[in-house]
């Protein structure tokens, strides 16, 4: 059974509300335009941490018989959730999230300095 979790970002008061499972609640955060929401991934990072569109993640992959790691944002595109790849030319590759070993290190509201650096 999927459970649908939301949280919402106040941009006038730059607080995330992460309870939002009373009705009244978040319908009211529905009616007003400056909440954000932001859907549960279904998936928990390595310390079951709950994983929510917008969250900044670390991926550590094997890469050949190196390992190497990066950031990624996570976004809702194509019907899933994921994040996108460029490579040296430029172009784009949407990659949908799966069960491998994430690390929230942040959100694009709290942490926007990590942004640069994903």
């Not at 009244?24 to 279904?42: A, C, E, N, P, S």
Request: with cysteine.
């Amino acid at each position: 059974m999927r459970i649908y979790k939301f949280r919402a970002w106040h941009e006038e008061d730059q607080v995330m509300i992460y309870d939002l499972n009373s009705p009244r609640l978040f319908h009211g955060v529905l009616q007003k335009d400056d909440y954000i929401l932001m859907q549960f991934t279904g998936l928990l990072d390595q310390y079951g941490h709950e994983i929510y569109e917008g969250d900044i993640l670390t991926y550590v992959f094997m890469y050949g018989i190196s390992v190497s790691s990066c950031d990624i944002t996570v976004i809702f595109q194509k019907g899933s959730f994921g994040y996108e790849l460029f490579d040296q030319f430029g172009e784009s590759e949407f990659i949908a999230l799966n069960t491998e070993k994430y690390k929230i290190i942040g959100n694009i509201y709290q942490n926007p300095e990590l942004l640069k650096e994903t």
